[in-house]
């Protein structure tokens, strides 16, 4: 079959399109047949080393596909039925992966299999991020930072759908797109006053803030008010000394009962993914190039089979 392997750790020209070995399902396992993959800012980072994964890997976390096989009785999934959820820290850049079937959950009516791919780590991050760790009710004030981004622009949503009044960040270019997610204050995070900039809207500072990046993490902190928690899956940031603000760091649970829930309001669509740029299989490095280059609108797909 085809896949992506990277056998040493660098730019994007490692990602090589290779002939590899078809993967056999463990006991208990599905084997997928991926239409889709999403591609985000953890594949660069394990693609540069910085996570210690063993050489060679197929990249891919997270991908859409039909089930074509599995091992044992009790994988929960039928032959033929599309799903999709985070498969592992790798194994989704390629025409088949075998994967855990906890992990994975029916693909929403709303979603093509082309799109479904880029949608499992950043939609249920972004849900652990706004219903777990803050717990945002109705009427309460939040803060979304990078909301035109992958995990933003999704967690701008969730909350929104809650009934909280979200303020978001982002680039003067995404103020628009933010827009039309259903965000009324749209503050520009390049500049040096934004926090204020926060707090001219909200004058004691907002409830709660999810923080999408390492660099807006600490004025995220500035722009929540004492007795808040600003949350974020992201390293970095810190709280100034006499602040009594929560900071929170956290990783999503990523399993597929939780997508699973989830497919109600990608259905009713109160939650819309953005994809903002679609490669095929074998320009990898392009869309790798494309996500580190940052400031996109939404997440960025693979497409490796069409079904």
């Known amino acids: 079959?085809?896949?992506?392997?990277?056998?040493?750790?660098?730019?994007?020209?490692?990602?090589?399109?290779?002939?590899?070995?078809?993967?056999?399902?463990?006991?208990?396992e599905v084997l997928v047949r991926v239409n889709s993959a999403g591609v985000g800012p953890w594949d660069a980072a394990q693609r540069q080393g910085r996570f210690g994964t063993e050489l060679p890997y197929i990249p891919g976390f997270e991908c859409a596909g039909t089930v074509v096989g599995k091992s044992g009785d009790d994988a929960g999934f039928h032959d033929g039925e599309p799903v999709y959820g985070y498969i592992g820290m790798g194994g989704a850049y390629a025409d088949y992966v075998a994967c855990r079937p906890d992990r994975l959950a029916p693909v929403p009516m709303a979603l093509a299999l082309w799109e479904a791919g880029a949608l499992p780590v950043d939609l249920l991050t972004a849900d652990a991020?706004?219903?777990?760790?803050?717990?945002?009710?109705?009427?309460?004030?939040?803060l979304v930072t990078a909301a035109a981004g992958g995990l933003g622009h999704l967690?701008?949503?969730?909350?929104?759908?809650?009934?909280?009044?979200?303020?978001?960040?982002?680039?003067?270019?995404?103020h628009n797109f933010v827009h039309k997610l259903g965000v009324t204050?749209?503050?520009?995070?390049?500049?040096?006053?934004?926090?204020?900039r926060v707090r001219e809207i909200a004058?004691?500072?907002?409830?709660?803030?999810?923080?999408?990046?390492?660099?807006?993490?600490?004025?995220?902190?500035?722009?929540t008010r004492d007795g808040g928690a600003v949350a974020t899956p992201a390293p970095?940031?810190?709280?100034?000394p006499g602040r009594r603000v929560q900071l929170l760091r956290y990783q999503g649970p990523m399993d597929g009962r939780r997508l699973a829930r989830l497919a109600p309001i990608l259905d009713e669509g109160t939650v819309a993914l953005i994809i903002s740029a679609r490669f095929d299989l074998e320009d990898a490095p392009a869309a790798h190039t494309e996500v580190e280059r940052g400031h996109t609108r939404g997440k960025i797909v693979l497409s490796v089979n069409d079904d």
């Open 1 to 28: 079959m085809r896949a992506i392997l990277v056998e040493q750790f660098g730019g994007p020209d490692v990602l090589r399109l290779r002939d590899v070995p078809l993967p056999q399902p463990q006991p208990g």
């Open 203 to 223: 004058p004691d500072g907002v409830d709660a803030a999810l923080s999408t990046v390492s660099a807006t993490t600490t004025d995220a902190v500035a722009a």
């Open 129 to 142: 991020g706004i219903h777990d760790v803050l717990a945002v009710q109705r009427g309460q004030t939040v």
């Open 155 to 174: 967690a701008a949503q969730l909350a929104i759908h809650v009934g909280a009044h979200v303020i978001a960040t982002a680039g003067r270019d995404h």
């Open 185 to 196: 204050d749209v503050i520009d995070h390049y500049e040096a006053d934004w926090p204020q």
């Open 236 to 240: 970095g940031g810190e709280i100034p």
